[in-house]
């Protein structure tokens, strides 16, 4: 895949390879973002049974980590695909692993609030 | 997992300059290689250690198969999404189907299986990552057996509900 030393300009206007690797991954994220808005969605239909005006917490952060999500990836994908058409070699640099490791922390926090809010949906009903 | 033993490249730390010419044995720290593009780099300086700490040396792997990682490893959290969503759907909405037992055994599983799947999610695509660049085998998914067994779990627990239930 590494061009010769003098053709940068033209490469950039094409994908990076055939298998678009780069452009399913940024699908891939925008489906993350997706995931993440309609459980935001759900979570401001049922938690207000059981945490009232408070349930807008968990609504809004799940909104933020989405749409930072959508940005950071987008920003992520112009960035990736300058670097694989650009460099002269594509044994570069690409994740340095703390996209995923904030992500991995959002959705255990995400899923720790879920399981204190279905305890405490628990306790309303069943008494 | 230190992971310095093999490879021609061990020496340095793998983050070499997106512009930066090909397989050079780029230095031997992170601070003082050539940077192409600096502005780009600056705001990376402080994680790009912990990255190659957490990365544990080795070459770059072809980006295409860093990407397919991280593919994988969104749709981990896709799966990690859906098992929490379908733990606070089962609590809230299945008041006149379940008891309250099966109700609460079968919503605790799904969230627990989402909390494991999801936090294992991060390892599993940093262990992928690691033998990618060592160009070792890929070790087999922890969360993969995790995920079935819960699955099953829950379905037993369903299961034996339908068979017991007072109809």
């Known amino acids: ?23 399913r991954t940024a699908l891939a994220w925008r489906r993350m973002a997706l995931a993440v808005a309609v459980g935001s969605l759900a979570a401001l239909r049922i938690l207000p049974e059981v945490l009232g005006l408070w349930a807008l917490v968990p609504a809004a952060l799940g909104a933020a980590v989405s749409l930072v999500a959508l940005i950071v990836s987008q920003r992520r994908y112009r960035r990736i695909h300058t670097i694989l058409t650009t460099s002269d070699s594509d044994r570069v640099a690409l994740s340095g692993g703390a996209l995923p490791a904030a992500l991995a922390v959002a959705t255990v926090a995400g899923g720790i609030m879920a399981l204190a809010a279905a305890v405490q949906l628990g306790q309303r009903i069943t008494y | 997992m230190t992971a310095h033993e093999e490879g021609p490249d061990t020496s340095s730390t793998g983050r070499e300059a997106p512009g930066g010419p090909a397989p ?10 050539p940077r ?3 502005a780009a780099d600056e705001p990376d ?34 799966t990690s999404l859906a098992m929490v969503a379908g733990g606070i759907a089962v609590e809230a909405f299945t008041l006149e189907l379940f008891t309250p037992e099966v109700r609460k055994t079968v919503a605790v599983l799904l969230l627990l299986l989402g909390l494991v799947t999801g936090g294992g999610s991060f390892f599993r695509w940093l262990n992928v990552e690691r033998a990618m660049r060592r160009q070792a085998p890929l070790p087999l998914p922890l969360i993969a057996p995790i995920l079935a067994a819960g699955g099953a779990l829950v379905a037993a627990v369903l299961i034996v509900f339908v068979i017991w239930r007072p109809a």
């Open chain 2, 36 to 38: 192409a593009t600096p």
């Open chain 1, 1 to 23: 895949m590494a061009g010769g030393p003098g053709d940068a300009p033209d490469r950039s206007h094409r994908p990076f390879d055939a298998g678009l690797q780069p452009e």
């Open chain 2, 45 to 78: 300086r402080s994680r790009r250690r912990i990255s190659a700490w957490a990365l544990g040396g080795g070459t770059e792997p072809d980006p295409r198969f860093t990407l397919a990682n991280e593919r994988t490893f969104l749709a981990w959290i896709r």
């Open chain 2, 24 to 33: 050079a044995p780029a230095g031997t720290d992170t601070g003082t290689g």
